[in-house]
C-alpha cells in the first residue's frame, strides 16, 4: 500500500536548521509531485513547498523564500525539506504529500514530524 513516512523533526534554536526526509513507496514515486505542508497550533494546513516530478520546478510560500528548499531524489524514492534560519513561527507538524504538482492536487499523505524552533 502506498506510505509515505517523514522523519528528521525535532527541537532546534532560533537560527538553525533541519532537513526533513518523506520516504515513499507503495505507488511510482517520479510521476508524482511531491509537496511540504505544516500546520501549527490553532491554524490551517498550509503548503511550505512544492516539486515537479522531475524537480525542474518549485514553488514555495513566501514566508519561507530564501530559507528552505525543497528536492528529490527519484532514484531513492525520497523527497527532502533543507530548512535554514529557523523561526520560532516556524514551529508545525510537517507533512509530506504526493499528487500532481500543476493542479496542486494532494493524493497522499504522511503522518506528519514535528518541528518545533524555540530557545
Known amino acids: 500500500q502506498v506510505q509515505l513516512v517523514e522523519s528528521g523533526g525535532g527541537l532546534v534554536q532560533p537560527g538553525g536548521s533541519l532537513r526533513l526526509s518523506c520516504v515513499a513507496s507503495?505507488?511510482?514515486?517520479?510521476?508524482?509531485?511531491m509537496s511540504w505542508h505544516r500546520q501549527a497550533p490553532g491554524k490551517e494546513r498550509e503548503l511550505v513547498a512544492g516539486i515537479s516530478n522531475t524537480g525542474e520546478r518549485t514553488r514555495y510560500v513566501d514566508s519561507v523564500k530564501g530559507r528552505f528548499t525543497i528536492s528529490r531524489d527519484n532514484a531513492k524514492n525520497t523527497a527532502y525539506l533543507q530548512m535554514n534560519n529557523l523561526k520560532p513561527e516556524d514551529t508545525a507538524v510537517y507533512y509530506c504529500?504526493?499528487?500532481?504538482?500543476?493542479?496542486?492536487?494532494?493524493?497522499?499523505w504522511g503522518q506528519g514530524t514535528q518541528v518545533t524552533v524555540s530557545s
Open positions: 504529500s504526493a499528487g500532481s504538482y500543476f493542479a496542486r492536487r494532494y493524493d497522499y
Open positions: 507503495g505507488f511510482t514515486f517520479s510521476t508524482y509531485g
